[in-house]
């Protein structure tokens, strides 16, 4: 610390002794060019009443000239004009006697008084002789004294500039010197900072730089300041303390990678590291079965390792933080001329402090899986082909029958009559809802799109469920945003949508309930909900709440296909669906639906 004090006090002390030249100079120019300014004023404004007072005496006295070389001088204006005249000499002389300059003025005075004595003279009736000629006499003896007392004060003036000039100049000279003295000084200063601190400064930090890397076989400087010595010796004892910290800890942070090796290798799902380039950096002997790749692909960008380019703007996604909006499609690989399908999820990894430092992709091999339900599919499609045709064909003969049999109304065979109806109508729904799930998963089902107002859609489902909601005593409330842009989509597969939601919503929801329908825009989407306040669903039953042939909740009903053919339908129109949902709490169903 005292060494530290020390080296603070040195430079503390150069700049002070810098700053304090460099002030007294500009202190002492400072004050000389106020002086000096002080005094030019103070001169130049004495000299320029001078040349004031002489040029108003010049024009008076040319005034009274003519005036006295009239035949019958205007006495009034005579007498008015001598006054005039006697007051600027005073003036003249009260100047010269308060700056102690020449006595021009008082001269004037005299020769004035004597030139109006020769005009007197000249206006007796009986003029002596020549007195024409000193009246002539003594107006020019006036008139030259005032012109050289102008010419005087011109002279007074250029000299005082004269030396102002010269007197700049010398500040300033001064002034370059302070500012060489300075230049020198602080060059001084510098070079000898640079050479006591500089070298070994520079070679601290090339040390670090080696230390940075790993490499502790350093050299370090020996300087001939103290204080450089000192810090030195300090760094020297932090490269050994780093040196021993390595050394005790490199067989731990082995041992801790090779377990994490180990963990990674054995996972059954492949797995793929991407740094925050972008670049494969490390992938576990499942990816490597999966994808039939080696270690060669390590390096290379994703997309262009699976050749799939936009692969790599999915990853992009990713790494800037953002999630992708819809399951993305099976990835086919051919591995030793046998097709596979994998599922794969990007998932962002990031540091503590929230940057992220690079990306995991997680491999699931679904080909047998893809296989069963491509085959379950076509059955389905098949089945419902095949059973759609007799049940029709036996649900128009029990209508005929049901015409031409006249039992009681309240007879147990009406009753029986109307069991069977309901049954069979039940069975036509489930044919169509099977029929309907098989032509979405096989791409059979096209949209006829077109202008779709979000606002008339809500509005007209609610139309249809007002009766069964008005039974209930369930209130049905549509709110949706002002001015919400048109879709364009299949209405018709929308308003299945909502007819399937508000019916499990009326459904679950106890009477004097309260179902919403919502809307509102939210970026480039328009997100529809239906809201209710009913049951709920458990936690552990809403993540498959939209795969096929699942019911939850406590009254089931159907085949539960209608979720999973309003996802197919969302889908199908670029959007996706999700849920949220407390138990005890409520529903809300909602769709995103691209603009």
Not at 161 to 190: D, M, N, P
Not at 212 to 234: H, K
Not at 341 to 361: F, K, W
């Amino acid at each position: 610390m005292k060494l530290a004090m020390k080296l603070r006090t040195r430079l503390f002390l150069s700049i002070s002794a810098l700053i304090t030249v460099a002030l007294l100079g500009l202190i002492l120019g400072l004050v000389s060019v106020m002086q000096m300014a002080k005094t030019q004023e103070s001169l130049i404004r004495s000299n320029f009443i001078t040349l004031d007072l002489g040029l108003k005496l010049r024009q008076s006295l040319g005034d009274q000239l003519i005036m006295m070389l009239e035949k019958q001088p205007d006495p009034e204006a005579l007498q008015a004009s001598k006054r005039n005249y006697f007051d600027l000499l005073d003036q003249g002389i009260a100047h010269e006697q308060q700056d102690g300059s020449s006595q021009g003025f008082s001269q004037a005075r005299t020769d004035y008084q004597n030139l109006l004595e020769a005009f007197d003279e000249s206006q007796q009736a009986s003029p002596p002789p020549g007195s024409k000629e000193k009246l002539t006499d003594t107006f020019n003896v006036l008139r030259n004294g005032l012109i050289l007392d102008h010419k005087l004060a011109l002279e007074n003036i250029s000299t005082s500039e004269h030396k102002s000039r010269e007197r700049a100049l010398l500040i300033a000279g001064l002034l370059g010197l302070v500012g060489l003295a300075v230049l020198i000084i602080g060059f001084i200063t510098a070079h000898g900072i640079a050479r006591r601190f500089g070298g070994p400064i520079e070679a601290l930090a090339k040390a670090a730089d080696k230390i940075g890397q790993g490499d502790f076989e350093v050299t370090l400087p020996i300087s001939s300041a103290a204080e450089m010595n000192q810090l030195t010796r300090r760094f020297g004892i932090m490269a050994e303390a780093l040196r021993q910290h390595q050394a005790t800890n490199i067989d731990e942070l082995l041992a801790g990678q090779q377990r994490l090796q180990a963990v990674l290798d054995s996972i059954d799902d492949g797995l793929l590291m991407i740094d925050r380039q972008g670049c494969l950096e490390h992938l576990n002997p499942v990816a490597q079965r999966q994808l039939g790749w080696d270690e060669e692909r390590l390096g290379q960008g994703l997309g262009e390792a699976l050749g799939r380019p936009e692969m790599d703007e999915q990853l992009q996604l990713v790494l800037r933080g953002g999630n992708l909006e819809r399951a993305p499609e099976d990835l086919e690989v051919e591995v030793e001329g046998e097709l596979r399908l994998l599922t794969y999820s990007l998932t962002p990894v990031s540091h503590t402090q929230g940057h992220i430092l690079g990306a995991v992709m997680v491999l699931h091999d679904v080909t047998e899986q893809r296989a069963f339900e491509r085959v379950r599919s076509e059955f389905v499609l098949r089945a419902s082909h095949e059973l759609r045709t007799p049940v029709t064909g036996m649900h128009m003969a029990f209508g005929l029958f049901r015409e031409r049999a006249k039992f009681p109304a309240e007879s147990r065979e009406a009753d029986l009559l109307d069991t069977v109806n309901e049954e069979m109508q039940r069975l036509m729904q489930l044919i169509n809802d099977l029929l309907n799930f098989s032509r979405y998963q096989n791409g059979l089902q096209k949209l006829t799109l077109g202008p779709c107002d979000v606002t008339d859609l809500l509005e007209h489902a609610r139309a249809r469920f007002a009766e069964p909601a008005n039974a209930q005593h369930i209130e049905l409330l549509v709110e949706a945003q002002p001015e919400l842009p048109r879709l364009y989509a299949d209405q018709v597969q929308l308003e299945r949508v909502l007819d399937n939601l508000l019916g499990n919503a009326l459904r679950h929801t106890a009477e004097g309930g309260q179902i919403r329908l919502q809307a509102r825009r939210h970026g480039e989407r328009v997100i529809i909900s239906v809201e209710d306040n009913g049951e709920g669903i458990a936690y552990g039953q809403q993540g498959r709440i939209f795969e096929p042939f699942v019911q939850v909740g406590r009254k089931k009903g159907g085949a539960g296909l209608g979720l999973a053919l309003c996802k197919e339908i969302v889908q199908l129109h670029g959007g996706r669906m999700g849920v949220y949902s407390r138990p005890g709490q409520g529903t809300q169903f909602y769709m995103a639906l691209p603009l």
